[in-house]
């Protein structure tokens, strides 16, 4: 290990499933150097970035980064506080509902900043970066620029050795670009002992850096200054020396456009003042542009100007507020089938079904567009050709690098031959070698075939191949014309100059000279090790944070459950009552009929028409008509006189078994309390009959009201299955959208992040049991005999429970789908069939048995109702408390462990 | 023709995604196997092994034979507790029953006294202590009977029949309705969470763009996730329910896939609605055990429907699942025909069409603003 590396590769190996990442990829990088990878889409820079920041494990070779190797926890424990990551992709690891200030804050909590310094920081680096004025903006609602810039402040809070940047520039326009850089190298001056990785697509970027890695197929190609490599290649440009690298030839340059459209060529697309208000934010303002056919028309702008706004309003997507659009000369109307065959659409971010394969992708779309079988198979060879995409066609979409990813989209835009091809940044993100392709591509396509082209782009060279572009600041259309027109108009040498020449014209704040510096070196940052309890409720805090945005989810957590317990309170009743009997009656005396008197005169039962046989007798059950039939068989009056053996016929609807047990019981009861009827009227009886009477005395509930019964019942389900299912989704809601990254980078430990997610939904489901309570105490007029202190320290115990319950679900499950409907699996029919909520747990049987003697709801079922009908304090129910408690320990503690603190 | 391609094409595309989420599999086939298996075999009887104490003051030869009388499977052998400590014992939900025998009661018996036997029952533990405490009584009163030998004075008996489950398997009942519950979960889950991951992933926007009605998207996912449904259905009642747990049902299998599908249609429109309301994930799941707890336990499942409040009864008939489940009783276990469970088919195919109605309508209103 030399002491001038920063990180240092051996045999590096990475595989996801059967596609390979890193093959055996050994590397030195420099100490104190801005350091790139570059290299095509998909061959593993963002994998080994990964690997070094700590975000995944390791699977072989050996990986030192600062002179520690990452692959052991310890060390790697000491490392999170010296690197600094930001993954790909705009503000992923941003939290989206959070302001500005908020999400820097958190970030500086979770690497334990003392409250003090944290401000200062926090203050100079939003002042450093300008988004000061904007700290109470939500991060989502950021234009890409800045979201980037705050992703820099965040990772630079903590004053890393290391930092980390995967593609910090990928979706942003030319001046926020330039400004990002700008900074870097300020923090550079400030600290020039800083060792800065980044993975860029940009070669001009590239040409800045002090070393440069090129990648290819997971391995190694060159690495050292820049200028050995252009040394090395012959070449005079790194975009040349990359192509040369890859074996790839180019034109020097990139394609002269072709002589502008004659005017008198056909009006393909055509805008007027069109302007699209979200209620006070203008996204649109009155655009107007005219589109020849067959011609490449750019559109130019920083992010969140409105570019994709207007092309969603040209495919109909949006309908506009004011103005008008047509495709040729056909005004778009909302919902316009015809209007849409004629066009192409390749949206901002990747928008197939990622579960399909490439050929599926093609098929489905092909056929949704009504292609013929035959077309189909005749477009598809085509475009598989033309895209190069026949060696992809059983890939699945999800696997495809973003290059591969954006042919796909664009072959798929291009399935039915369209008129007009609408595209939205088609090659962010996609290397110089395949963006070259692409746009070579569309040039066929327009000259040859005729195809206007309507595209959004942020590569200057790209915008060069344009045959007009025209640029956008907030939502307004600044210029329209031939790149080197807008060029000369500006007075610049290059179109990014004159691009950030009519921008910095548009939006003259950003020209404000700063007064601070982002970074000091004479600063220490204290921090502490070990388990922090400041940082397990800046977890909590974020959480809160997020969960009070979320009003909607708020309340619906809170009122679903108050709604559920009035549905379900009022709605189980296990009374069974309104019997429906019918009797066959073929003795007809009056004992018969004192019989039948005797069971219609009761409550539980209702007669109906008499029966005539046995045919009708099957049928009326069959029919759900009556659920009793009772048949007093001929002679039953006289043979009962004679002192014969009589049996009477009792037949009982089974199929629902409870019911018909209860019914069972009642007609044994009647037919007891007839016959003691009886005897005592037998003035012949020879001796003393002796009757004993049986009193039933229901003790917690005497007048036997289900609602009493019910809601302490109730209670317990609901205070299960929301907290679960919350929380759970919580968790599995940050992988799928990518914050997750955020936990696997700082020093963060499971239990701080275990606890830290736990605790607001721990507050929710307690402010959850006392509306429940109150609800139950004086909306349904349920008393709470027992001790209210008592009741809520098994409430809490099992709130615990149930929220570590969803965590530790979501330890297994990446999908929000499958987090939603296993954790109803895990709680619905345990919580409510096999807790004793209807049936006591001591009479389940097998598998149901053993659930129901370890399913915290059994506990907490009988906590509830003891509290509620049985008047039981905190003696009573001692055991359930230890039970709850030992269950809150055990699966809080089985969760922590569970919680992965990298991907694998 | 063209539109019907499409939503073929469209619902085979569903298919192929459900295919690539394992897990999600692995809970589909789990929730039709283990969880209907499990809940089958969970309670053989309501009155299983229920717990019964007894305060014996008596110690006579007719306390003991009422003692004996209290038997397995029914009851787990009585235990004798004293009167200090019963109520305790109760507080602590040990014991269902307790059944007080007084003092002198076989003395008292004999001299015509009329003593009294206090059944005291834990109220709060519902279905056992209403079915169970009609058992209670009889069985005393039998062996009363049986011990003044009153049996040849009066000898009238009741021959008592279960129709249709005649050892009143309790087993037989929550296996179909474990059954129902997992159609409707499933069938509701898959339709509003495919439609929610369109949304989610960027994908709903690109259907916009093409000739592509919303009906043809809707109706796409209520073919594909209700076939996936209605298969994982017949599975678990061929092969769980008739093979392994081996319950006899009645009814044509034919009529019951029929009535499913016609059911899923309800539940898969009702998924799309839930999804076109929803922003996010977590907001659908919230919405969904709204919608899902009361139509597992009110829809006549666990408690009988007839005896709910009738507002509630009037509300629960909206619900699919309630006419499903009556549907299922009557066809199952009583092996009703199309010409005694035609109206829960209508009512089926009435509620359908109007879900799919107004979840279209919605869909239609907000499909802009998904994009």
Redesign the interface.
């Known amino acids: 290990m030399h002491a001038g590396l920063v990180v240092s590769a051996t045999d590096l190996c990475y595989h996801y499933r059967k596609t390979t990442a890193l093959n055996g990829i050994s590397l030195a990088i420099p100490r104190g150097q801005l350091c790139g990878f570059i290299g095509p889409d998909g061959v593993g820079k963002s994998t080994l970035l990964s690997l070094i920041a700590g975000a995944r494990a390791v699977q072989r070779g050996q990986l030192q980064v600062l002179a520690q190797d990452i692959t052991s926890r310890r060390s790697r424990k000491l490392l999170m506080r010296q690197i600094a990551y930001m993954p790909q992709g705009l503000g992923k690891n941003l939290y989206p509902t959070l302001s500005v200030l908020e999400n820097l804050t958190f970030f500086a909590k979770l690497f334990a900043i003392p409250a003090k310094q944290r401000d200062e920081r926090v203050k100079r680096l939003l002042t450093a970066t300008d988004l000061w004025s904007f700290r109470h903006r939500p991060s989502g609602k950021l234009s890409g620029g800045m979201k980037q810039k705050l992703g820099l402040c965040c990772a630079l809070v903590h004053n890393p050795d290391l930092l980390l940047l995967d593609e910090p520039t990928t979706g942003v326009d030319p001046l926020s670009r330039r400004q990002f850089w700008k900074l870097i190298s300020e923090i550079r001056q400030q600290q020039p002992d800083i060792s800065i990785i980044v993975a860029t697509a940009y070669m001009e970027e590239a040409e800045q850096f002090d070393w440069l890695a090129t990648i290819n197929n997971g391995q190694l190609l060159t690495s050292g200054k820049p200028a050995q490599l252009l040394a090395d290649t012959q070449t005079t440009s790194l975009e040349q020396a990359f192509m040369r690298l890859l074996g790839v030839t180019s034109q020097a340059t990139p394609n002269p456009p072709q002589p502008r459209p004659e005017h008198d060529r056909a009006i393909a697309i055509e805008a007027q003042h069109l302007t699209l208000k979200f209620g006070a934010f203008t996204a649109v303002d009155d655009a107007s542009f005219r589109i020849n056919k067959g011609e490449i028309f750019g559109f130019l702008g920083s992010n969140g100007c409105g570019k994709t706004t207007t092309m ?1 309003m040209l ?5 506009p507020t004011s103005g008008s659009a047509a495709l040729f000369g056909q005004p778009i109307t ?2 316009d ?2 209007t ?2 004629r ?1 192409g ?1 390749m ?1 901002q ?8 394969t490439v050929a ?1 992708n093609l098929k ?2 092909g ?4 292609l013929s079988h035959e077309q189909l198979t005749e477009r598809i060879e085509i475009l598989a050709q033309q895209l190069d995409l026949s060696a992809l066609m059983p890939q ?1 979409a999800k696997q495809l690098p973003v290059g591969e990813r954006q042919r796909l989209s664009l072959a798929v835009a291009l399935i039915h031959e369209p008129d007009i091809l609408i595209l939205d940044e088609p090659t962010s993100g996609v290397d110089p070698v395949a963006r070259d392709t692409f746009w070579r591509q569309l040039q066929v396509l327009a000259r040859q075939h005729g195809v206007t082209l309507f595209i959004s782009t942020h590569f200057m060279n790209e915008a060069e191949r344009c045959d007009r572009i025209s640029l956008m600041h907030a939502g307004k259309v600044l210029v329209t014309d031939t790149p080197a027109a807008i060029t000369q108009a500006s007075g610049k040498d290059s179109l990014e100059d004159a691009f950030v020449y009519y921008l910095a014209q548009a939006q003259p704040d950003t020209a404000t000279p700063r007064v601070s510096s982002p970074t000091q070196r004479d600063e220490v940052v204290v921090q502490r090790r070990g388990f922090s309890l400041s940082r397990l409720l800046s977890i909590s805090h974020r959480e809160t944070i997020e969960l009070m945005r ?1 009003p ?2 708020l309340a ?2 809170l009122i ?1 459950s108050v ?2 317990m009035f ?2 309170g ?9 019997i429906d009997f019918a009797v066959l009656d073929r003795d007809r005396t009056s004992v018969s009929r004192d019989y039948t008197l005797n069971l219609s005169g009761s409550p539980y039962f209702h007669q109906q028409d008499e029966l005539t046989d046995y045919t009708e007798l ?1 049928q009326r ?4 008509d009556i659920s009793l039939a009772i048949e007093i068989p001929t002679n039953f009056a006289s043979n ?1 006189q004679r ?20 019914i ?6 009647m ?2 309390e007839w ?1 003691n009827y ?2 005592s009227l ?1 003035p012949s ?2 001796s ?15 007048d ?1 009201e289900s609602l009493a ?1 019910m809601v ?2 109730v209670i317990p ?1 609901l205070l299960m ?2 907290p679960a ?2 929380t759970s ?2 968790v599995v ?1 940050e992988k ?1 959208l990518g914050s997750i990254t955020n936990f696997y980078v700082t020093p963060t430990r499971k239990s701080e992040f275990f606890l830290g997610k736990q605790l607001p939904y721990l507050a929710l489901a307690m402010l959850n049991f006392f509306i429940l309570l109150v609800q139950a105490i004086f909306v349904f007029d349920v008393e709470l005999k027992g001790s209210l202190m008592a009741l809520t320290l098994a409430s809490l115990l099992y709130v615990v429970v149930a929220t570590a319950l969803g965590l530790i679900m979501s330890a ?7 987090a ?3 954790t ?2 895990a709680t ?2 345990p919580a ?3 807790s004793g ?4 747990v ?8 053993w ?1 129901g003697e370890i399913y915290p709801t059994s506990y907490y079922m ?1 906590a509830s ?2 509290a509620f ?2 008047a ?1 304090g905190f003696g ?1 129910l001692t ?1 359930m408390l230890i039970g709850l408690a030992v269950a809150a320990v055990l699966f809080t503690m089985i969760g922590i462990m569970l919680v992965k603190k990298q991907e694998r | 023709m063209r539109s019907i391609n499409i939503i073929f094409n469209l619902g085979i595309k569903e298919l192929v995604s459900l295919s690539r989420d394992p897990m999600l599999l692995l809970f589909i086939v789990m929730a039709f196997t283990v969880f209907v298996y499990t809940a089958a075999s969970a309670t053989p009887q309501t009155l299983h092994k229920t717990p019964i104490a007894i305060i014996d003051n008596d110690r006579s030869q007719l306390s003991q034979q009422i003692v004996n009388a209290f038997t397995e499977p029914y009851f787990l052998p009585p235990e004798y507790v004293s009167a200090q400590t019963a109520d305790r014992d109760m507080d602590r939900g040990r014991f269902t029953f307790i059944v007080d025998i007084p003092e002198g009661l076989q003395r008292d018996l004999l001299a015509n006294k009329q003593p009294e036997i206090q059944v005291i029952v834990d109220a709060t533990r519902m279905s056992q202590a209403f079915t169970g405490n009609g058992y209670v009584q009889a069985i005393i009163q039998t062996e009363v009977a049986e011990f003044t030998q009153q049996k040849a004075i009066m000898p009238v008996t009741v021959a008592l029949r279960a129709r249709f489950n005649a050892e009143l398997n309790s087993g037989w009942f929550s296996a179909i309705m474990e059954l129902i519950n997992q159609i409707t979960m499933l069938s509701i889950i898959l339709t509003g969470a495919a439609l929610l991951r369109e949304r989610e992933h960027g994908t709903i926007e690109h259907l916009m763009v093409m000739p592509v009605t919303p009906m043809q998207i809707m109706l796409s996912k209520v073919w594909s996730m209700g076939l996936v449904v209605l298969v994982a259905a017949a599975f678990s009642l061929f092969i769980v329910i008739k093979q392994v747990l081996d319950i006899p049902t009645l009814g044509s299998a034919g009529l019951f896939l029929f009535g499913t599908a016609l059911h899923l249609f309800a539940t898969t429109s009702m998924g799309i609605f839930i999804g076109t309301f929803a922003r996010s994930m977590p907001q659908f799941g919230l919405l969904f055990l709204l919608i899902i707890l009361p139509m597992q336990i009110l829809s006549g499942g666990m408690t009988p429907f007839d005896s709910m409040p009738i507002a509630v009864q009037w509300i629960m008939s909206l619900a699919p699942t309630s006419h499903f489940t009556e549907f299922g009783q009557g066809l199952l276990f009583r092996g009703a025909g199309l010409d005694i469970v035609w109206p829960q088919l209508t009512a089926l195919l009435a509620i359908g069409l109007v879900f799919f109605i107004i979840s279209w309508r919605n869909f239609h209103q907000r499909i802009a603003q998904m994009a």
């Open positions: 969603k495919t109909g997507l949006l309908p909302h919902y089938i015809e849409r065959k066009v659409y949206t971010t990747f928008s197939l079904y990622e579960e399909l599926q489905l779309h056929k949704l567009f009504g699945l979320d909607v989810r619906m957590a679903g709604i559920l549905v379900l009022y709605g189980i009743n296990m009374d069974v009552d309104e099957e059950l069959r029919s759900a009962l002192g014969n053996q009589v049996e009477l016929g009792a037949w009982i609807d089974g199929s629902m078994p409870m019911r018909g047990e209860t069972q019981g009642y007609v044994q009861g037919h007891a016959l009886q005897l037998q009886a020879p003393n009959p002796g009757r004993i009477s049986v009193e039933s005395r229901y003790r917690y509930n005497p036997i019964a302490p019942a389900l299955l929301f299912i919350l989704l919580s809601r799928e297994f499950l990446n999908s929000q789908i499958a939603l409907f296993g109803a699996l619905i029919l409510s069939q096999f909520m209807i049936t006591p001591t009479s389940l049987d097998g598998l149901a048995r659930i009988i109702r003891g009908s049985k039981l009573d055991v």
